[in-house]
């Protein structure tokens, strides 16, 4: 099957430090799709990428879709500490009934 | 809005015993997923379905059953639990056709196989 890979696995930062994740794929995807997770909840949508080459932001965070649409990376400027969470990439492809592949998350710790 | 709701929360089985996780949408959206998450990784698929009756395997679907009678309800059915099944399970809803509808994730079920 396809394989996301993410990086970092994790990060530990100072609050107000600017942080950057990526995911890189063996193969293309139509969308992508970046999640925020916090403990005992789902993932939540945090931007979605729909065209290679869009950069999209969403207030701190801006993210872009890469050109070989195998890639794509995740912006956070001016962390705070409710920034802390995992982040997870995903690549959909519009067969298969729009079927997600994740990453392996990047687990992220601001410090005060 | 209550969006994609699972039940329950949290379930401790023994070893062979069976159960089935509850999912169920109101958002009227025809595609439905399971995925599990084990500790420190990504979600991985189970099944899917893109409508009532229609119900197809992704990467992990051994040991799991499902069926989507409604448009509403997507239940997982783990016939003989065993410890590897120990997970996160969470359920994720989509609008169909619209290629900018994201998946919409429920809280998740805790399950521990002891």
């Known amino acids: 099957g396809q394989q996301l890979n993410q990086s970092p696995q994790s990060m530990f930062i100072q609050e107000g430090e600017d942080v950057s994740m990526n995911c890189t794929s063996s193969s293309i995807f139509n969308t992508w799709l970046w999640y925020k997770q916090e403990p005992g909840e789902g993932p939540v949508l945090l931007i979605a990428l729909y065209k290679a080459g869009e950069l999209t932001s969403n207030g701190r965070l801006t993210a872009q879709f890469g050109i070989t649409r195998k890639d794509s990376f995740l912006n956070i400027s001016a962390s705070i500490p409710s920034d802390v969470g995992i982040y997870f990439c995903?690549?959909?492809?519009?067969?298969?009934?729009?079927?997600?592949?994740f990453g392996e998350g990047t687990q992220l710790t601001v410090n005060p | 809005n209550a969006g994609v709701t699972q039940t329950p929360k949290f379930r401790i089985l023994k070893i062979g015993q069976s159960m089935t996780l509850q999912c169920t949408q109101d958002m009227n959206h025809n595609y439905m997923y399971w995925y599990r998450q084990d500790p420190g990784m990504g979600l991985k698929l189970i099944y899917y379905?893109?409508?009532?009756?229609?119900?197809d395997k992704g990467e992990v679907p051994n040991g799991y059953n499902v069926s989507r009678s409604t448009t509403e309800d997507f239940p997982l059915r783990l016939e003989l639990a065993a410890p590897s099944q120990t997970s996160v399970y969470f359920c994720?809803?989509?609008?169909?056709?619209?290629?900018?509808?994201?998946?919409?994730f429920g809280d998740g079920t805790r399950l521990s196989i002891l």
């Open positions: 995903a690549g959909q492809l519009e067969t298969s009934g729009s079927r997600l592949t």
């Open positions: 994720a809803s989509r609008l169909r056709g619209y290629s900018n509808q994201p998946q919409h």
């Open positions: 379905s893109v409508g009532a009756g229609i119900t």
